[in-house]
């Protein structure tokens, strides 16, 4: 860390972004090219955002590529990292951003229905990571950042399939903190409440459902995918390097655990 300054930065540093069309991904990514990072992001569907965003972060000077790719599928993850070594040569930054959120009700739920949010929140979390940690470990260097969720942590009724892979998702930051620490790899998990995003805009354009969520929250406001972002940032630049295996809670206090 520079000696008489104290500053945000990724200067030069390359980070992927899974799910960065829109949202908390698009955030993060506009965020770490304000702070000097290249990025590489993937979509699904949304082209158009996808390249939205990609014209954003090159008008800040940085470079961005983005690629269409189901990460669920580890041949897919797989090209991602490849394409991000080819293009750049390194890879310092992953944040595993990619998720789904639908209802489901037990003994209504179809297998169709658990099957694809394990398959796209957990699985797709677990490929990104599995292709990226070869080269992090042969640089000795590496940042990895799991989006989770307050359901992961206190379960949600009627989603019970999100919580449960987001669940997940924290127990796997956990068990690879410890295991990548060795080679200077953090790997720490955000876990948000409610976001205004288009995954919860079906309740939160409800007006009469937005507010009582707001309520739940003592801050007394949703968040926007910025407000997610920002400690996003923090768990990737140099402020943080102590910091591995924890769950960074934003959700303006509706859900206190530790």
Known sequence: MEKGRLMISLEDQVAIITGGSRGIGAATA????????????????NEKAAKEVQEEIELLGRKCIIIRANV????????????????FGQI???????GIWTHGEMGKMTEETWNETMEINLN??????NATVPYMKKRHFGKII???????????????HYAASKG???????SLSTELGGFNINVNSVAPGWVDTDLSADVLRN????????????????????????PILFLACDLSRHITGEILNVNGGSVLVG
């Open 168 to 174: 997940a998702i924290i127990s796997l930051t956990k």
């Open 146 to 160: 799991n989006i989770s969720s307050t359901a992961g942590q206190r379960g949600e009724a009627f989603h019970s």
């Open 92 to 98: 310092d930054i992953l944040v595993n951003n990619a």
């Open 207 to 230: 007006q009469k459902l937005a507010e009582e969520a707001r309520k739940g929250i003592p801050i007394g406001r949703v968040p926007t995918a910025e407000d997610i972002a920002g």
């Open 30 to 45: 506009v965020l770490f090219a304000k702070a000097g990072a290249n990025i590489l992001l993937t979509y699904v569907q």
């Open 124 to 129: 797709g979390t677990f490929h990104m990571i």
């Open 72 to 87: 669920a599928k580890a041949k897919n993850a797989k090209k991602v990292v490849e394409k991000a070594m080819q293009k």
